[in-house]
Each structure stands twice: as structure tokens, then as C-alpha cells.
């Protein structure tokens, strides 16, 4: 039971963890959602597609990103995100409170 009670948790802290570095690539450049598990699996996370839509999309709702259709050269339609103001407004603040407490942990 222990071991479910980690998973538990760790997997909490990492989908913060991904919602921060989503905003952070959109604030960066636009971007679309396979484009993103493919990073995010670079980087160690697992990721589907029934996770990443959802909070995609509820980025979306809250306004935190917005999106926009854009036709690809072969005429495939891709949806691209990008950050809005309020959510650079939230990437800022949570770039120094994650800085803050990655300084306490270290001590």
C-alpha cells in the first residue's frame, strides 16, 4: 500500500511540475499537443494522450492558453498553443516559487 500512496503523491507534484513546463514552452513559441508528449517523454515524463488533452484543454478554459487552428503544408489542421498574459502572469510567479523552494530543499 505504501508504494501506491508514493505513486500517488510523486505523480501530484509532476503534474505541477507539467503544467509549469507547459507554460514555459508556450511562452516561448507555440506549440501542439503530440509536438508536447514527445518533449515531455524526452524528458522523462509519461504522458498520454487522455493526460495531456484534458489539461490542455482546461489550460484553455481557464485562460491560461489560447489557441489557434492552423493548416499545415500537407492540409492537415493542427491545433497550436500559445501563452496568454495571465498565464505569464502565473509562469513568473511559479518560476520563483519553485526557485525558492528548490533553495530551502538544498539547505
Known amino acids: 500500500m505504501e508504494k501506491k500512496v508514493q505513486e500517488k ?21 507555440p506549440f501542439f499537443g503530440s509536438w508536447l508528449m514527445e518533449h515531455l517523454e524526452k524528458h ?15 489550460m484553455e478554459e481557464e485562460k491560461v492558453l489560447k489557441t489557434e487552428k492552423i493548416k499545415e503544408d500537407d492540409g492537415k489542421i493542427r491545433i497550436y498553443y500559445s501563452i496568454t498574459e495571465t ?18 530543499i538544498k539547505k
Open 44 to 58: 522523462g515524463y509519461k504522458v498520454s494522450p487522455g493526460m495531456i488533452y484534458p489539461m490542455l484543454h482546461k
Open 9 to 29: 503523491y510523486l505523480r501530484k507534484i509532476f503534474l505541477g511540475f507539467i503544467n509549469i513546463h507547459i507554460l514555459r514552452h508556450a511562452s516561448k513559441k
Open 87 to 104: 498565464g505569464k502572469e502565473i509562469l513568473e510567479e511559479a518560476e520563483k516559487q519553485v526557485l525558492e523552494l528548490t533553495k530551502k
